[in-house]
């Protein structure tokens, strides 16, 4: 298993810019979400999802846009970059069961910086 | 879901026990107690959860108070690969999903 993939890496965008962060995952976890880190913060919630067509808003959802088609992809979109969400973005996936939500699994993160 | 505290940072030395402490006063009867960490700038990684019972894994032990009140995460003898930032969060059961993270305890561990 990969596990949770994330691309790209690294990413350089200007102010203004669109783009879309992939997250893949091949556990079959109905759970995944986005979580962005900014330096010395800890890991802030960005949107999450429970299942295909199902999405929600976390504690920071300004500026992001999500979809869920397929289990496997969660792709976050930022529709106008700017300075501000220059961050490391993380993707995590986790089973859900009766006690909710299980241990989740992340990513290796995406770097993104806003000129 | 409950809010926790944890200390800004701490040392250990190495070969010694880690232990660290979280608060979280307001927790609620059905809410679980998990631990993850941080080591540099990976993503986080999953140690142990517990609800009231002490848990025992091969990373940590997780010892919770008998109200539930705080908890220790306890890592037998700390090696300087467990040098990371570690986070306690509290979180509901089903139909509760967002999963809050706070600035965790960054743990150094001293040769």
């Known amino acids: 298993n990969a596990g949770v993939t994330q691309t790209p890496k690294f990413q350089v965008l200007k102010t203004g810019q669109s783009m879309t962060l992939q997250c893949a995952q091949d556990?079959?976890?109905?759970?995944m979400s986005w979580y962005r880190q900014d330096p010395g913060m800890g890991l802030r919630l960005i949107h999450y999802?429970?299942?295909?067509?199902?999405?929600d808003q976390g504690e920071v959802p300004n500026g992001y846009n999500v979809s869920r088609s397929t289990t496997e992809d969660f792709p976050l979109r930022l529709l106008s970059a700017a300075p501000s969400q220059t961050s490391v973005y993380f993707c995590?996936?986790?089973?859900?069961?009766?006690?909710?939500?299980?241990?989740?699994?992340f990513g290796p993160g995406t770097r993104l910086t806003v000129l | 879901d409950a809010k926790t505290t944890q200390p800004t940072s701490m040392d250990c030395a190495e070969g010694r026990a880690a232990n660290l402490p979280c608060n979280h006063s307001?927790?609620?009867?059905?809410?679980?107690v998990y631990w993850y960490r941080q080591i540099h700038s990976q993503g986080p990684q999953y140690i142990i959860h517990?609800?009231?019972n002490n848990e025992t894994n091969e990373m940590a032990s997780l010892i919770i108070t008998e109200d539930r009140k705080s908890s220790t995460l306890i890592l037998p003898h700390a090696t300087l690969r467990d040098t990371a930032v570690y986070y306690c969060?509290?979180?509901?059961?089903?139909?509760?999903?967002?999963?809050?993270f706070g600035t965790g305890t960054r743990l150094k561990v001293l040769a």
């Open positions: 517990g609800l009231k």
């Open positions: 307001t927790i609620s009867g059905n809410e679980y």
């Open positions: 969060i509290v979180r509901g059961t089903s139909g509760t999903y967002k999963y809050i």
């Open positions: 999802s429970v299942g295909a067509g199902i999405t």
């Open positions: 995590a996936s986790s089973s859900i069961r009766d006690r909710g939500i299980d241990e989740q699994f």
């Open positions: 556990m079959n976890h109905e759970y």
